[in-house]
């Protein structure tokens, strides 16, 4: 038997393994579900609803609820056509939104897209309206197939500026601060309680978790990942994945696409594989992949995750041996992007980590970021990433291509058919087939619900990481306050900046014990916030707390420091070169997307740091400069991390409590 034809045959025993897995009655204990149809009949029998999708008066086998996810799908394959089958292989864009109302005819609905991407900030229950919107129209199409509304993580400051208002999810800090918090049982009680709310809006998948490592400190997105230690992020994804997805797939769901294999976090100075300068992965030390980066796909894996999302770049063969077979006698890898690429997506993921749900594509991925194939025509693109095993793609705002591939005998139909049975197979699982509408009001009440946020305050507390606490400056407690009046800034922002003066009046809103002074001469002691930023799109790579990260003012942060004891926070989304504002701070903390009052909490006495640092802070730009990027900051050397003047060395676990009576 030829090698190729036991990778056919391996294949499809996965896929037909993955029905078994996930396969779920979607009744209740009486034997009813609950059937909303907004645009179709209602078709009664014995006593039962079922929706007429296809509007023929009668009872198909893929209308019935009391068939199996199989049987169903089966049935649906036979009435598809070939143009349908290939609209339902593509996520693309959210319909653009005219007075909270969608712009229709949609291009993408028409050409039988139906995963869309939402990427607004309104709040809850006009999300939920706009997806109702949108699962009419696709409910009046010719079979009716609903829609699944995907959408980035929606929980965190870092994505979703405006998480504080009225209305929005629970506010939760960045994925930076869960893994400085330590607490897997509260991560699987997130994701529990957001996919609550995420359902409730009508948004049942998500693009994340990033199972990245952040072993390259000067990536911008380290800032979305777990930090850079592979069992502390395979704890999260595992975790939060079964928070969202629960143990089986269904009605209560929201299905994950984990991101981004074989890992994105092992970067070259920095480069984002967005950008040409990023196209490739190079592993510099042996095994390192292996090692470091696969680690958290496996725990994925392990957790269920649906789907998995493959990195734009490709492997580089200026890589050490990273004890993979080899793809021919003399190149380690097939230099081509990995959602192209048989040897990672077939022989690795599927082969020998086992993994059985499907491969959803980055955003074009497959059209103006497929580096290291940008030479081949685009037919041929879409085919080797079909025939590679990617089952789904982001970004196609036209399906000729892949059909036109098709037509040239580049992909057999029998793997078109298998990509839209798992897409099929997904929206039975939700329920989406009996019901994908949402109630508005319900949404509203859900986003806004107390005790999800309170739940939400104890991750964030938890996420402060105390650096360090000179002369036991803190905690400012009862007992302190009295002594002490405050001045505050904040970076970007400055003495009379929107920022400082936003800052200052959540500080006394929530404690009015604290006497806030405005001018510096007046105050006994300071705290400045330092929130340094990294724009992706800029592709100007920097660790350094200057300009080029947003904050223009950094000799203001050392007068203030120089001027009276001052506590100073510093967000890390990445790891900053702190060399400069560091080291005349009297109180150092590190924070991870927190909240002003959970930080004062902190700061207050009212909880007792116990975050420890996700990630190690480089000791100067040499010690950047120098960095392997395919490996964790705490397997640098000594000589990598950066210490304070006790000499403490504010590496990886890094972070200290107060002592005695606080």
């Known amino acids: 038997m030829s090698g190729t034809c036991k990778k056919n045959i391996t294949y499809f025993l996965s896929f037909i393994l993955s029905f078994q897995l996930f396969i779920v009655p979607q009744v209740n204990a009486q034997g009813e579900v609950k059937v909303v149809s907004r645009t179709k009949e209602i078709l009664e029998i014995g006593g039962k609803r079922f929706r007429d999708l296809n509007n023929n008066g009668s009872l198909d086998p893929y209308e019935n609820w009391e068939l199996s996810d199989e049987e169903r799908v089966e049935d649906l394959l036979t ?27 949609n291009q993408f609905l028409d050409q039988h897209t139906r995963y869309f991407i939402f990427r607004g900030t309104q709040r809850a229950d006009m999300i939920a309206n706009l997806n109702n919107q949108l699962q009419e129209q696709a409910e009046a199409s010719r079979l009716g197939i609903p829609v699944v509304v995907v959408s980035n993580p929606r929980n965190h400051p870092l994505t979703i500026p405006n998480i504080e208002e009225e209305g929005q999810f ?16 509260l991560a699987k009680e997130f994701g529990e309680i957001a996919s ?15 199972a990245d490592v952040a072993t390259d400190p000067l990536w911008a997105r380290v800032q979305e990942t777990f930090g850079e230690n592979p069992e502390l992020i395979s704890s999260m994804i595992f975790n939060i994945t079964k928070g969202f997805q629960g143990d089986i797939l ?24 967005h950008f040409e300068e990023g196209k490739a992965i190079v592993y510099p030390t042996p095994g390192s992949l292996l090692k470091y980066h696969i680690p958290p796909f496996k725990a994925a894996i392990e957790a269920d995750t649906t789907s998995i999302m493959p990195d734009y770049a490709y492997p580089s063969n200026e890589s050490a041996d990273q004890g993979l077979t080899w793809f021919s006698n003399n190149q380690q890898f097939e230099e081509k992007p990995f959602a192209l690429n048989e040897q990672f997506i077939q022989n690795l993921l599927r082969e020998e980590l086992g993994f059985l749900g ?17 030479d081949l025509p685009i037919e041929q693109r879409f085919a080797e990433a079909i025939n590679s095993g990617v089952n789904i793609f982001s970004g196609v705002p036209n399906t000729e291509p892949i059909l036109n591939a098709l037509n040239q005998g580049l992909v057999d139909v029998e793997k078109i058919n298998r990509s839209v049975t798992y897409i099929l197979t997904e929206m039975m699982q939700l329920g989406l087939f009996e019901n994908p509408y949402v109630d508005p009001d319900a949404a509203l009440k859900i986003a806004n619900d107390r005790e999800s946020q309170e739940k939400a305050d104890e991750a964030h507390r938890k996420s402060v990481v105390l650096l360090r606490n000179d002369d036991n400056l803190l905690p400012l407690n009862d007992e302190k ?8 800034e904040m970076f970007p922002g400055g003495e009379n900046d929107t920022n400082t003066q936003e800052l200052k009046g959540k500080i006394r809103k929530y404690d009015n014990k604290i006497k806030i002074v405005d001018r510096l001469e007046d105050a006994t002691h300071a705290f400045v916030w330092v929130k340094p930023w990294q724009d992706l ?17 950094a000799d203001r942060i050392v007068t203030i420091q120089q001027t009276v004891p001052t506590i100073t926070a510093i967000n890390m989304s990445n790891p900053w070169l702190i060399n400069q504002i560091e080291p005349n701070a009297a109180a150092v903390i590190s924070t991870f997307g927190v909240k002003t009052e959970a930080l004062f909490d902190v700061i207050r006495g009212k909880f007792n740091p116990t975050g420890k640092l996700p990630f190690t802070i480089p000791a100067s730009q040499e010690a950047v400069n120098n960095d392997i990027g395919d490996i964790p900051g705490y397997d640098e050397g000594p000589a990598y991390v950066y210490k304070d003047k006790n000499g403490n060395a504010y590496g990886f676990d890094f972070g200290i409590s107060y002592g005695g009576n606080y």
């Open 79 to 105: 009435k598809l056509t070939i143009e349908e089958k290939v609209g339902l292989m593509t996520i693309n864009e959210y319909p653009e939104i005219e007075n909270d109302k969608l712009v229709m005819p």
């Open 537 to 553: 799109f800029k592709n100007n790579p920097s660790l350094t707390i200057g300009p080029v990260t947003g904050i223009e003012q």
């Open 358 to 374: 499907y491969v959803n594509s980055d955003t074009s991925a497959v059209i103006d970021r497929a580096w290291g194939a940008q």
């Open 170 to 185: 629970s506010h939760w800090p960045d994925t930076l601060g869960f893994a400085a918090m330590r607490d897997e049982e």
């Open 481 to 488: 306050i009295n002594d002490v009046k405050l001045y505050v």
């Open 196 to 210: 609550k709310e995420w359902i409730a809006s009508g948004i049942r998948k998500m693009y994340g978790y990033s």
């Open 250 to 273: 269904n009605e209560n769901s929201v299905t994950m696409t984990t991101r981004h294999f074989p890992g994105g976090g092992a970067r070259v100075k920095g480069r984002d594989s």
